[in-house]
């Protein structure tokens, strides 16, 4: 697949690692300083790392990634940061639904390459929110742009930490072009819908798609500066609420509003869809998936 965006390819991939890395370092460094929860007598959580592979047609290589989840620690009840990069040819209804969306040449060349970095993490304390982020870069013959966003899906919302998490996507948005917090938080809020449930399924975020100003190192350090705003905007919120006391009615609305989210993923979600439709390891499309939820 050389045409000339080799290095960029290689840089982008880099870069979801380099977030990766960082962000894992940061959830074992939380789980180490929990010590006065329900759980401080549980061991700190440390993530466990599977490399996956996406499966070809034909057995070429295909590329893969890295699953990294961590299960029943002292802040997580279950983490999930993956990254991949993978590549090859399209199915043929993936195919189809890239030429649907417009994507220049899909019909007649079906290659691609697509690296990124998605995260969820369902937290032990139903005061702290759960949280979603990813971000990707897609390449096709024809075209290429980078994709992603993150949201916060509290089951018991504050006010303050709504707008704390905004504020600091609308900081890191406004360092590119002040169109894009309003845009992509508009964005959000329609695609984090549960239609069949008439409500969103969290507090929103931003959400982009398709981004291709024909500028790409301009969108590249956008979808970056996305990226390094997931930290502290999550953490700042965590570290808030992380030994804020709970009841057991606090923990059956974190259970039913997981199934809410479970619903999401499974029927609306592109990423899911496209995972799955490619042949990537379905156990880290599925990560998403909370351990444990409950349908009122």
């Known amino acids: 697949?050389?045409?000339?965006?080799?290095?960029?390819?290689?840089?982008?991939?880099?870069?979801?690692?380099?977030?990766?890395?960082?962000?894992?370092?940061?959830?074992?460094?939380?789980?180490?300083?929990?010590?006065?929860?329900?759980?401080?007598?549980?061991?700190?959580?440390?993530?466990?790392?599977?490399?996956?592979?996406?499966a070809s047609d034909d057995g070429s290589?295909?590329?893969?990634?890295?699953?990294?989840?961590?299960?029943?620690?002292?802040?997580?009840?279950?983490v999930g940061v993956n990254v991949s990069t993978v590549y090859g040819t399209l199915a043929p209804r993936a195919q189809k639904a890239m030429a649907a969306r417009g994507v220049p040449g899909m019909e007649a060349d079906p290659r691609?390459?697509?690296?990124?970095?998605?995260?969820?993490?369902?937290?032990?304390?139903?005061?702290?929110?759960?949280?979603h982020m990813n971000t990707r870069m897609f390449w096709t013959p024809g075209a290429w742009w980078f994709g992603g966003g993150e949201d916060l899906n509290p089951c018991l919302e504050y006010q303050e930490d709504t707008a704390f998490f905004h504020q600091v996507l609308k900081d890191h948005c406004d360092r590119h072009s002040p169109d894009y917090y309003p845009r992509f938080k508009a964005w959000a809020d329609e695609y984090f819908f549960v239609p069949h449930r008439g409500r969103a399924r969290g507090v929103g975020g931003i959400f982009f798609d398709d981004l291709n100003t024909?500028?790409?190192?301009?969108?590249?350090?956008?979808?970056?500066?996305?990226?390094?705003?997931?930290?502290?905007?999550?953490?700042?919120?965590?570290?808030?609420?992380?030994?804020?006391?709970?009841?057991?009615?606090?923990?059956?609305?974190?259970?039913?509003?997981?199934?809410?989210?479970?619903?999401?993923?499974?029927?609306y979600d592109r990423g899911t869809k496209f995972g799955l439709e490619t042949g990537h390891d379905a156990n880290a499309v599925l990560m998403s998936l909370p351990p444990v939820a409950k349908w009122p």
């Open 112 to 131: 691609f390459w697509a690296s990124g970095i998605s995260l969820v993490a369902h937290m032990q304390n139903p005061q702290t929110p759960a949280v």
């Open 214 to 267: 024909g500028d790409w190192e301009a969108d590249f350090a956008f979808t970056q500066d996305v990226g390094r705003a997931f930290l502290p905007a999550f953490l700042g919120i965590t570290e808030r609420r992380r030994n804020t006391p709970w009841s057991d009615a606090d923990k059956e609305t974190q259970l039913v509003h997981r199934g809410l989210y479970a619903e999401y993923n499974l029927v």
């Open 1 to 54: 697949m050389t045409d000339g965006f080799d290095e960029r390819k290689a840089r982008a991939a880099a870069w979801f690692r380099t977030l990766r890395d960082e962000i894992v370092a940061a959830f074992e460094a939380l789980e180490v300083s929990q010590l006065t929860s329900p759980f401080a007598d549980f061991p700190a959580g440390r993530f466990e790392v599977t490399e996956t592979r996406r």
């Open 61 to 78: 290589d295909a590329g893969g990634g890295l699953m990294s989840v961590m299960r029943g620690g002292r802040v997580f009840e279950k």
